[in-house]
């Protein structure tokens, strides 16, 4: 799987928008990217995922440039309790079960 | 969303024993499960892959023979840390694979004295 490249840390004030960054330059066409954040001790919640379409849900969205080699996860609004380590995961989903290999992830700090 | 559950939720054991962690999948089955470990300020390392019905598949330097695992229903994967010694104190955490994504458990963490 390829491997991805995120800023280890960033600070966003409470109600803004939060801009996740992650590069993927060597991501291949079947590959898909993940996102998923770690609250303090708690196990890995998943975000969103896309291939090639900017995608949207209830939590984030996920915008994924055309040449698929970096994408941005944003937070619209965010609140303290978004306070987490976020993850951007490169994943190959044939057959549904391929690893998902975990890199250092980017811690974000919201503040108030 | 789909739930995962872990049992227990935290351990504390006596070092040479044996601890039995169970991840299930709540409302959805799994044919795959995968085990990841933690340690402080680290990262997830993925552990195992476990497969209902058949042997687990384990990742290099993780040693199956002390981290058994067992996937005997599609709900329900189990890791064993046989002889535990403090260097295995971690934060333990399942995933089970679904349609689109992995669903993870909210972790064991295991602390061997």
């Known amino acids: 799987d390829a491997k991805t490249t995120q800023p280890p840390s960033m600070d966003c004030a409470e109600g803004r928008a939060a801009n996740l960054p992650c590069n993927h330059s060597t991501i291949s066409g079947n590959e898909y990217v993940y996102w998923y954040r770690q609250i303090h001790s708690q196990g890995p919640q998943y975000i969103i995922h896309g291939l090639k379409n900017n995608e949207t849900n209830e939590m984030a969205s996920l915008i994924i440039t055309e040449d698929r080699k970096s994408s941005t996860l944003i937070l619209p609004h965010a609140t303290l309790r978004d306070t987490a380590v976020y993850y951007c995961?490169?994943?190959?989903?044939?057959?549904?079960?391929?690893?998902?290999?975990f890199g250092q992830g980017t811690t974000l700090q919201v503040k108030p | 969303g789909a739930v995962v559950s872990q049992h227990p939720s935290w351990v504390i054991c006596k070092s040479g024993t044996s601890v039995k962690i169970e991840c299930r999948s709540l409302?959805?089955?799994?044919?795959?499960m995968f085990w990841y470990r933690q340690f402080p300020k680290q990262s997830l390392m993925l552990m195992a892959t476990?497969?209902?019905?058949?042997?687990?598949?384990?990742e290099q330097g993780v040693e199956k023979d002390k981290f058994l695992i067992n996937h005997a229903s599609l709900t329900l994967s189990t890791l064993t840390v046989t002889s535990a010694h403090p260097e295995d104190s971690s934060f333990y955490i399942c995933s089970a694979q679904g349609r689109e994504t992995q669903y993870f458990g909210p972790g064991t963490r295991l602390l061997v004295l």
């Open positions: 476990s497969n209902e019905g058949s042997k687990a598949t384990y």
């Open positions: 995961i490169v994943w190959k989903t044939t057959g549904n079960t391929g690893k998902l290999i």
């Open positions: 409302d959805f089955q799994a044919t795959t």
